[in-house]
């Protein structure tokens, strides 16, 4: 992707509202159930001058999956409409402060040919704990132009994990709870299996991350390590939906693995599909 995991401080963004270069993204999203409208939220007060990216609207239409990655045209018109270019810096922050939401649409950047994508350390709480200011509302932006050039290999099919299933071309890191990935409870999905793909290894998100924050570059290793994760092979990620398989992918990022990729459909699809394999226990 040629374009390194990237955090900047609540400081500095403040220092640089101004600047005409920098865009400012509210990527923010709650998971299914939490009784949250991110779009309410953001117009009661968000970072000023960010504008609002919504996974559930920036999508591949009709796929029957949640916020599958939009095409390269209707990407690029979108994020075009928001002010953004592909020559900008941006940063993208979420409201919960876990890099979750804003660690996918980092992903979705980067991989359409953004060439400088940072995500805000501590995310809308770092913002808050300094009393920084907010703006209320929804901002209406100057047009600008993105030229997208999506990086296929960065994104995987069903079929690609077959495949790689099959041959063992990769490996498969799975960022869901210990307890889904083992099949201990239901999905929150009645229609979809329990369990996990064959051969893959469950490395959480959650435990990446502290107070909002990616750990040190040790750490991050030593909890791949644990895992059981060669960090010399190369790696595709996945979890619930494609959103906190992003986590790992800016983490591995972050130590330079740069043979990564993500699952769009991940366990929604997979867990669904009438072929697909499954393995219940740890």
């Known amino acids: 992707m040629n374009n390194p995991a990237k955090t900047v401080t609540a400081e500095w963004l403040n220092e640089h509202l ?15 159930g939490a009784e949250m409208s991110a779009h309410e939220i953001f117009e009661e007060g968000h970072i000023p001058g960010a504008v609002q990216f919504d996974i559930d609207e920036i999508e591949l239409p009709n796929s029957g999956l949640p916020h599958m990655l939009a095409s390269e045209a209707d990407f690029a018109a979108s994020v075009s409409k928001m002010g953004i270019s592909d020559g900008d810096t941006i940063v993208i922050y979420d409201g919960i402060g876990v890099f979750m939401a804003a660690s996918r649409v980092w992903y979705n950047f980067v991989i359409m040919g953004a060439k400088d994508v940072r995500l805000l350390a501590g995310g809308m709480p770092a913002w808050n704990r300094l009393n920084l ?73 959650n435990p990446l991350m502290k107070l909002g924050e990616f750990k040190s570059e040790d750490d991050l290793r030593a909890i791949f390590k644990k895992a059981g994760v060669d960090l010399s092979k190369p790696i595709i990620t996945s979890c619930g939906s494609g959103v906190t398989a992003c986590v790992i ?15 769009d459909g991940s366990w929604t699809e997979w867990g669904s599909a009438k072929n697909a394999d499954v393995v219940k226990g740890a």
Do not use: C
């Open 133 to 205: 200011p907010l703006e209320a509302g929804r901002p209406v932006p100057e047009p600008a132009s993105f030229t997208a050039n999506f990086d296929k290999s960065r994104v995987k099919s069903i079929d690609d994990i077959r495949q790689v299933i099959s041959t063992g071309g990769a490996q498969i890191l799975d960022a869901r709870a210990r307890e889904r990935f083992s099949g201990e409870v239901a999905e929150s999905n009645p229609n979809l299996k329990v369990g996990h793909m064959p051969g893959a290894i469950n490395v959480p998100y």
């Open 249 to 263: 992918n800016f983490a591995l990022d972050i130590l330079g693995h740069s043979d990564h990729a993500m699952y």
């Open 18 to 32: 101004t600047d005409p270069d920098v865009k400012i993204i509210d990527a923010s999203w709650y998971m299914p």
